[in-house]
């Protein structure tokens, strides 16, 4: 069974304050990959980031860092110094090994205020 | 490099008819899968296709269909139609089954 659990439906914050979101996920499978897309209001779905199961090395792109916890589970999102254009739906998706699709999380509305 | 185009960007339809929506993959890109996203959910898998075969399909009836093209380009229909089939379409391409997937912008379809 797989499961997606982001437990943080709406954040909000001012803009330049960091945020953390949150992702725990359920799989049987050894070799599974995790990612992370920001939904605008556009609508259209933009890949952020693809980690494997086997590469626990925490990642940070300009403001955006992901810290990867196969101990608990874990595969969290921190934006710092948030800015306006960060406000988004941002889900959290699990693709298992050796399966065709992606298996999202319900998202998390965040909202950074001027 | 074009990105994964979809067409319509809104439709509606009234509930018993039925609709074809479409999708054109990233170059070089020869993996199609289709989501369907309820108002405040998270996309739901509906199926894939590679290299013109259904590869997978989630938990929907068989109203929903598709067709995959020799350019790579997919088709999603469905039959029918039910209120509940009221969602955002979106359409994913990747170079592979198990590689990254790229989204489309969607297209919105009422059902009244």
């Known amino acids: 069974a797989q499961k997606v659990t982001q437990a943080q439906t709406e954040i909000s914050v001012v803009e330049k304050e960091d945020v953390t979101l949150d992702c725990v996920y359920e799989t049987r499978d050894t070799t599974y990959y995790l990612f992370w897309y920001k939904q605008p209001p556009s609508g259209e779905l933009v890949f952020l980031i693809r980690?494997?199961?086997?590469?626990?090395q925490n990642e940070i792109s300009g403001r955006y860092s992901w810290n990867f916890q196969k101990s608990t589970s874990s595969f969290n999102f921190t934006i710092t110094a948030s800015q306006v254009v960060d406000s988004a739906v941002y889900f959290c998706a699990l693709h298992q090994g050796g399966a065709n699709n992606l298996f999202f999380g319900t998202g998390t509305r965040l909202t950074v205020i001027p | 490099e074009t990105g994964v185009t979809q067409s319509p960007t809104h439709l509606i339809k009234t509930r018993g008819q039925q609709v074809t929506l479409r999708c054109s993959s990233q170059s070089g890109h020869n993996t199609v899968s289709w989501y369907q996203q309820a108002l405040g959910q998270g996309p739901q898998f509906i199926f894939q296709?590679?290299?013109?075969?259904?590869?997978g399909r989630g938990n929907f009836p068989p109203r929903f269909s598709g067709l995959q093209f020799p350019n790579y380009s997919s088709e999603l229909n469905v039959n029918a139609l039910e209120l509940d089939d009221s969602a955002l379409y979106l359409c994913?391409?990747?170079?592979?089954?198990?590689?990254?997937?790229?989204f489309g912008p969607g297209t919105r379809l009422t059902v009244l």
């Open positions: 994913a391409s990747s170079s592979s089954f198990a590689d990254t997937q790229y």
């Open positions: 980690r494997n199961s086997f590469d626990e």
């Open positions: 296709y590679y290299r013109e075969e259904e590869n």
